[in-house]
């Protein structure tokens, strides 16, 4: 069985030309240096597909929450949700191919984030 985890709700608002998480990415992204900007949004995405890993089978069934947490899982390493990474050629994304979206981590900001996978408690 096939989940959707791309509602239709969601579709209207794409004819626009726009998505609500580009949205939400760009807000978060405000007053941030652009070096951190692929930074910022990976945790974003990690923590919307955390928020449906939580709630699983609480709101939807569980294998469309762990459907849309494994999404967001896949748009915070690759920039781009699955569904348009899937394509060969796929056509425009934010202006470019989205198989062309995959933003490079530098390292100190890798360790920076470090403490987020933390499982010691305090």
């Not at 709700?9 to 990415?25: N, T």
């Amino acid at each position: 069985m096939t989940t959707n985890v791309h509602d239709e709700h969601y579709r209207k608002i794409e004819g626009r030309g726009v998505e609500p998480i580009e949205v939400q990415e760009t807000i978060i992204c405000n007053d941030i240096p652009p070096e951190l900007h692929a930074i910022v949004k990976r945790n974003f995405n990690l923590a919307q597909a955390n928020k449906y890993m939580m709630r699983c089978g609480e709101k939807d069934n569980a294998e469309k929450e762990l459907a849309k947490a494994q999404n967001y899982i896949h748009r915070a390493i690759h920039s781009c949700w699955s569904w348009q990474s899937d394509r060969k050629k796929g056509g425009p994304f934010l202006g470019v191919n989205a198989h062309e979206l995959k933003p490079e981590l530098p390292k100190p900001a890798l360790q920076a984030g470090a403490w987020a996978l933390q499982t010691d408690s305090m």
